[in-house]
């Protein structure tokens, strides 16, 4: 029944993407973030829904009578930049085959990013991609949170098998992700339903967020938490309502829990700390021996560790997107990856400023924040974890991208009103009511 409902809906949405493209930006980011083929049980689960979805969307952008223009700014100058480097370091790769697979995985992530940049144009748009990766990702959040409160958090919260997000560390830092666009949407909702539906979301996915059993998690979840706490509006009544919720639930988890968590003071007691540690010296070491590409994709291998691993037998994992850059695309690769991080977050901080003094601009202001803390939150928990390719990551590269465009005409918009003369021929001018009025004014 799952797999005849998730292909009826995918199969009847490719009509509507060929007409309207950005509808495929919308439903290649349901299959992508919730994986809905990934719970049925039969044909569906294989199935290649991501790439019918992708070519209706390809399809329609040729045929579409819209302007067909990516937004060029320093963020996805960058990024276009970053993907050249990855492309040049697949070249020199030490296991050549197995990166150019990788790199085609990574490069049709790309191309939906820059097909969002073009196709989602406005307010509606954005909010509708929002509402389907908070809805897609929340999905998790609640089931997980309830999943943790009925059976007394002695299980690990884990994603659908075989996705970026099936284990416990890569749902956790999804969800940290998410949490910050349902607190957007909450700030944006007019219906009290709905704002108590998001308030209820927001509870149940950080219990899941406990409910992992991640460490890397809890650093992140306590660094998004600081970040969303600074950035909101209302912050201090924020502040009142989670903090008892966040305390309840800490308090709700079991010993083993407890346990678990507090080796993070202890890690050069614990295998696994150690094993991370010995994989982030090897990358530090490949980088060194080539600091320009690194050793391409499929660097973390058993070869390479006898080489340049302090314990060549303790094989790890990148476990840190930063030491993966790293040891995948040298020094340079590195570089890029952490300057795209920057520029990102200094155009949030820029918006969020510009905008924020304008009624029309509060949305804006609130989404860059937002886009903010969620960034924050991959920063830090991706210290501790190997997702340098997620998807979600880069499609907030393109929100943000995306916001800092809509913040530029608001600013402009308002700087064209306000030089217009307060009369003409001999009449008063009336104000434009949607552009250039200050906030509560």
């Avoid at 795209?340 to 905008?355: E, I, M, Y």
Wanted: charged share 15%.
């Amino acid at each position: 029944m799952r797999d005849l409902f998730v292909t009826m809906v995918v199969l009847g949405s490719l009509p509507l993407i060929l007409y309207r493209p950005y509808i495929g930006v919308i439903m290649w980011s349901w299959i992508g973030y919730m994986n809905p083929h990934r719970l049925s049980w039969g044909f569906a689960t294989d199935f290649p829904f991501a790439m019918l979805i992708a070519l209706a969307t390809l399809t329609g952008v040729l045929f579409m009578r819209e302007e067909k223009r990516i937004p060029w700014t320093r963020e996805s100058v960058l990024l276009a930049l970053f993907i050249l480097w990855m492309c040049i370091t697949t070249i020199f790769a030490l296991h050549h085959a197995a990166a150019t697979e990788q790199l085609s995985k990574v490069l049709k992530i790309q191309l939906m990013t820059f097909i969002t940049l073009m196709l989602i144009k406005d307010k509606f748009r954005i909010e509708m991609l929002v509402w389907i990766i908070a809805l897609s990702l929340g999905f998790y959040g609640v089931k997980g949170g309830i999943f943790t409160i009925t059976t007394g958090g002695g299980y690990h919260v884990r994603g659908p098998n075989g996705t970026f997000i099936g284990g416990n560390n890569e749902i956790g830092l999804a969800l940290i992700m998410t949490v910050p666009l349902m607190r957007y949407l909450y700030l944006q909702a007019k219906k009290n339903w709905v704002k108590w539906g998001l308030a209820a979301a927001m509870i149940f996915t950080v219990v899941a967020i406990l409910g992992t059993q991640s460490r890397g998690a809890l650093v992140g979840l306590a660094v998004m938490g600081t970040m969303l706490i600074w950035k909101t509006r209302k912050r201090f009544l924020f502040l009142f309502l989670m903090v008892p919720v966040l305390f309840t639930a800490v308090q709700f988890m079991p010993e083993s829990w407890h346990a678990r968590m507090n080796t993070i003071q202890t890690y050069e007691q614990d295998q696994s700390a150690i094993g991370r540690i010995n994989s982030w010296h090897f990358a530090f070491n490949l980088a060194k021996d080539r600091p320009l590409t690194g050793a391409g994709y499929h660097a973390f291998t058993p070869d390479l560790f006898a080489r340049y691993a302090p314990n060549p037998e303790d094989v790890h994992d990148a476990h840190s997107i930063y030491f993966e850059i790293l040891g995948e695309h040298g020094f340079v690769g590195l570089a890029l990856f952490l300057l795209l991080g920057w520029f990102a977050w200094r155009a949030c901080s820029v918006v969020t400023k510009q905008a924020r003094p304008y009624a029309e601009g509060q949305w804006i202001a609130d989404l860059a924040a937002m886009l903010q803390v969620s960034l924050a939150g991959y920063a830090a928990c991706g210290a501790f974890l190997g997702l340098a390719y997620f998807d979600f990551y880069y499609h907030l590269i393109a929100l943000v991208v995306l916001v800092k465009i809509q913040g530029l005409r608001l600013t402009e918009q308002a700087r064209v009103s306000e030089a217009l003369p307060a009369k003409s021929n001999g009449r008063e001018r009336r104000q434009p009511a949607a552009v250039g009025r200050p906030a509560g004014k």
